[in-house]
């Protein structure tokens, strides 16, 4: 069975700093791979995505991710952190359906300071 | 494009009663729908896949009895808690797909509901 695992439950950075955030999962064949943002009682909104190809994803929002088969890993990253970027941020590895039937990481609470 | 609307955002609703939440595909056909649920403060769970026409396919521990779901129609997906007690109470998201978009490989995610029950 998939599983993705954050390992940081909180991280806080300040505004302007650089940011990386982990997510390591567990597939048995080619992931389909994506990183969500949620802010405070909305809805998700998907950052960007890897079905193949290119291991250095670009997002939206100035976000980019690399997926690293070697060490099971899709972290997100972005160079300089805006204190609109506070959210949290859930990775997935997609399943059926296109990729489509998510299985979420625990999800990474992400606070800026000014 | 690829507006996916839930409606209500929130609800409350007593114990014992039911609660329809609605999930529309505002600007596209959604062949496929698929509700996840989200406990406070935890991450969000699939809870089950909806195809147009056809009954919904329930992930492992999900009771179908009390989650009904009915996709009837191309652009409309309902999700009915039934018998619902305060331990239902979670944060439910929808999110649909179209397989008639060319190339379209992402589904697009509802806004949300907000179920209490008390």
């Known amino acids: 069975a998939q599983s993705v695992t954050q390992p940081d439950i909180h991280i806080t950075v300040s505004e302007g700093a650089s940011l990386e955030l982990r997510c390591n999962y567990s597939?048995?064949?080619?992931?389909?791979l994506f990183w969500y943002v949620q802010s405070p009682g909305q809805g998700l909104q998907l950052l960007l995505k890897?079905?193949?190809?290119?291991?250095l994803v670009q997002g939206i929002k100035g976000f980019e991710a690399e997926f690293k088969r070697s060490q099971s890993s899709f972290n997100l990253r972005k160079p300089s952190v805006h204190w609109s970027d506070a959210a949290e941020y859930f990775c997935a590895v997609g399943r059926g359906d296109a990729g489509n039937m998510l299985t979420f990481g625990g999800g990474t609470r992400l606070m800026v300071k000014p | 494009g690829a507006v996916v609307s839930q409606h209500p955002s929130r609800v409350i609703c007593k114990s014992g009663t039911s609660v329809k939440i609605e999930c529309r595909s505002l600007?596209?056909?959604?062949?496929?729908m698929f509700w996840y649920r989200q406990f406070p403060k935890q991450s969000l769970m699939l809870m089950a896949t909806?195809?147009?026409?056809?009954?919904?396919?329930?992930e492992q521990g999900v009771e179908k009895d009390k989650f009904l779901i009915n996709h009837a129609s191309l652009t409309l997906s309902t999700l009915t808690v039934t018998s619902a007690h305060p331990e239902d109470s979670s944060f439910y998201i929808c999110?649909?797909?179209?397989?008639?978009?060319?190339?379209?490989?992402?589904?697009?995610f509802g806004q949300g509901t907000r179920l209490t029950v008390v």
């Open positions: 600007d596209f056909q959604a062949t496929t």
């Open positions: 597939y048995g064949a080619t992931p389909y």
């Open positions: 999110s649909a797909r179209s397989l008639a978009r060319q190339g379209q490989t992402e589904a697009f």
């Open positions: 890897y079905f193949s190809g290119d291991t």
């Open positions: 909806s195809n147009e026409g056809s009954k919904a396919t329930y």
